[in-house]
């Protein structure tokens, strides 16, 4: 399995855009690189999916340069509602078991 | 309208007990998912089941079993219980895509676990 490893925390204001890199240099050519949201007490929630290059959607943006060993998600003018936990998840494995890296931490201020 | 539904939310239970988490999802999805999130926050997948093979993490004990009665519910019961069981246990289903993509999960609101 492709170990991933993100910051463990970032701080913002709202308004601005938050750019949270996540390493995966084992990736596998199958693989594909998922984000997922967590807010307290509730369980992740599915932001982005992408293989390589640019997928955008109405929450974020997913960078992934062509050597696929890192990617960023991009989170355009947060707001206090963002503040949560993002995990960047590699993988498409077998039963589709993902592993959770510890995620980032993201506090978005006023 | 809830996907995703877990009973109960809380449990709070004795060392040596037995006891089981119900999970019933509504969206046809054929794969449902148990997790397990420590106080660290770190989220482990436990097992991974459809109608057709089940896949489990070999870091769980055998304590642990799934058990499905059909294909919108994976119940997850404990034997034994132990004070490291106590946790946040995740419940999640996907449909199973073709492609090569990872499946989109749907997560459940969680059971808050606790072992005294």
Redesign the interface.
């Known amino acids: 399995l492709a170990k991933t490893t993100q910051p463990i925390s970032m701080d913002s204001y709202e308004g601005q855009e938050v750019n949270i890199t996540c390493s995966h240099n084992n990736i596998a050519t199958n693989d594909y690189i998922t984000w997922y949201q967590q807010f307290p007490s509730q369980g992740p929630r599915f932001i982005i999916q992408g293989y390589k290059t640019k997928v955008t959607n109405e929450v974020a943006s997913l960078f992934i340069p062509a050597d696929r060993k890192s990617s960023t998600l991009s989170l355009p003018r947060v707001s206090l509602s963002d503040t949560a936990v993002y995990y960047c998840l590699v993988g498409g494995n077998a039963g589709n078991m993902l592993t959770f890296g510890g995620g980032t931490r993201l506090m978005v201020k006023p | 309208d809830t996907a ?1 539904s877990q009973t109960p939310k809380y449990l709070v239970t004795q060392m040596g007990n037995d006891k089981s988490i119900k999970c019933e999802q509504n969206l046809g999805h054929d ?1 449902m ?1 148990w ?1 397990k999130q420590d106080s ?6 436990m097992f ?1 089941y459809n109608n057709k ?1 089940l ?1 489990i ?1 070999e870091t769980v004990p055998n304590r642990f079993s799934p058990k499905s009665p059909d294909k919108a519910h994976l119940n997850l019961h404990i034997n034994s219980l132990e004070l490291g069981d106590s946790a946040v246990y ?1 419940c ?1 289903s ?1 449909h ?1 895509t073709s492609g ?11 059971t808050r676990l606790t072992v005294l």
């Open positions: 995703v794969t998912y997790y660290k926050k770190f989220l482990k997948i991974s093979e896949i993490n995740f999640a996907s199973r090569g993509s990872t499946d989109t999960q749907y997560f459940g609101p969680g």
